[in-house]
């Protein structure tokens, strides 16, 4: 018995496809291509299938098209958060960056003679990552707290120390947000990919079969061809 086409059968096929396409034109368009020539062909149906069309495919299309459309917009939106997360890191980051480098000038000069001190300010000067310069805001601020009296003697402002506290703490959660929000970005477009690749099989099978079985039927043959396709070689042709 044959299972059942179902919108979750259809998209644990989508989601097992191995090779994937990058949309060669914007999906927004691509969708509404295909919406197109699914009313289209419904016309040339029984022709259509006549020649070797599958119908299992004409039942797939708008299936795939509904997948397709909805992994769009969801790479769309995820897309835009990640793209204002990403603007806030930088933001912040940057001025975090300075805080660091203003502190350890601070400390450096007022603690020029212990050794010890210097040590530990040594030790924050090493390493260059996102994550070394948020544990040394911390580990500077903890320093300075524990040695307001060396501080005092250079008039230094106390309150850079609890701005590294608070600074740092925001800026880690701001960057946890930026990379979760690059792992579901990554996995949000595969799918959005994999639906597109798989609506193009199916478009692309369709427009093939309408082309051949309507070869001298210039009236039904223009619904088989891509639009956009089109303008693109118009302008080609314009330009060269």
Known sequence: MEKELTPESLLNEIKSIDQILTPHMPVNVFI?????LFVWAGEDKEALIARGFTADLFDKLPMA????????????????VHNLIEKEWIKKSDIAYNLRNTLLAELDFAFYNN???????????EGNSHSDMIQDLA???????????????????????????TLGSEIANLL??????????????????????YTKHIVDEMRR???????TNKERLKG????????????????E
């Open 224 to 239: 088989y061809r891509s639009e956009y396709r089109r303008k693109k070689v118009k302008i080609k042709e314009e330009t």
């Open 176 to 197: 946890a947000q930026v990379n979760g929000e690059r792992t579901e970005t990554h996995e949000t477009k595969i799918l959005r990919d994999k639906a597109f690749t």
């Open 209 to 215: 079969y309408g082309k051949f079985v309507f070869r």
């Open 115 to 125: 050794k010890a001190l210097q040590g530990r300010i040594d030790l924050a000067r």
């Open 65 to 80: 098209i509904d997948v397709c459309r909805k992994a769009e917009a969801e790479w769309y939106k995820t897309r835009r």
């Open 32 to 36: 509404q291509e295909a919406e197109n």
């Open 139 to 165: 580990n500077l601020s903890q320093l300075g707290n524990e040695n307001l009296d060396l501080l005092a003697k250079i008039n230094f402002d106390t309150s850079l120390l609890a701005q590294a506290q």
